[in-house]
């Protein structure tokens, strides 16, 4: 069974911080998402990344996949109030179809 | 922008008793999920709907769930039993795309609750 670990589960920064969250397994991915979730809402795509190694940039989110694309990470620079929410990683399995998701990072960027 | 929509937002029902969660996917949409989410757990992976049948589902999906399309628009989640457990929040979600470059469009969930 392939498992994600995301870490940190809960993180309350203040505006203007950096900050990284974390996706693991001890499996490969064909590829990895994040979304973003609000309360009452679906889950919401971010990324994609497929490609180990891969960097991809959205605004002053920052993701990367492993090289052995077992791990990605999420770098958010100088967070806003806005960007306060939960944030899921998910993997694709190797067999294609079902998404795997990780427990999520509840994150309160505080003014 | 095109959306998936769930209805109803918040159901309410007695153990034991049928519900019929429904969803209306993206139109040109050809793959069709549902994943539920308990309270303060992982999203999960129920069932997951292509071409008129079920292509995959995972061990959460037993003989209490079914899935269908029943028209050119709906696609609905039964459950014919529900048990305490069943208690979560259920999202529909659908793609036009397969394998390594899936890109799933949730809709906003049904809330069950199951007294």
């Known amino acids: 069974t392939q498992l994600l670990e995301q870490s940190p589960q809960f993180l309350s920064i203040q505006e203007g911080e950096n900050l990284t969250v974390y996706c693991n397994s001890s499996s490969v991915f064909s590829s990895l998402q994040w979304y973003r979730q609000e309360p009452g809402e679906g889950p919401v795509l971010l990324v994609t990344v497929v490609t180990g190694g891969e960097v991809k940039k959205l605004k002053r989110l920052t993701f990367q996949f492993g090289d052995a694309r077992k791990d990605s990470s999420l770098h958010i620079t100088a967070a806003q109030p806005g960007d306060t929410g939960l944030y899921l990683c998910a993997g694709v399995g190797n067999q294609g179809g079902k998404l795997i998701f990780g427990q999520g990072t509840e994150l309160s960027v505080k003014p | 922008e095109p959306e998936v929509t769930q209805t109803p937002s918040h159901q309410v029902t007695q153990m034991g008793q049928e519900v019929i969660l429904r969803c209306v996917p993206i139109?040109?949409?050809?793959?069709f999920y549902w994943y539920r989410q308990i309270l303060g757990q992982k999203v999960e992976f129920l069932v997951s709907f292509y071409n008129n049948e079920i292509s995959e589902k995972s061990e959460i999906f037993d003989d209490q769930f079914s899935v269908e399309r029943p028209d050119g628009s709906n696609f609905t989640l039964k459950i014919r039993s529900t048990k305490l457990e069943d208690s979560a929040m259920y999202f529909c979600?659908?793609?036009?795309?397969?394998?390594?470059?899936?890109?799933?469009?949730f809709g906003s969930g049904t809330q069950l609750s199951v007294l």
């Open positions: 979600a659908s793609s036009d795309y397969t394998h390594l470059n899936e890109k799933l469009f």
């Open positions: 139109s040109n949409h050809l793959y």
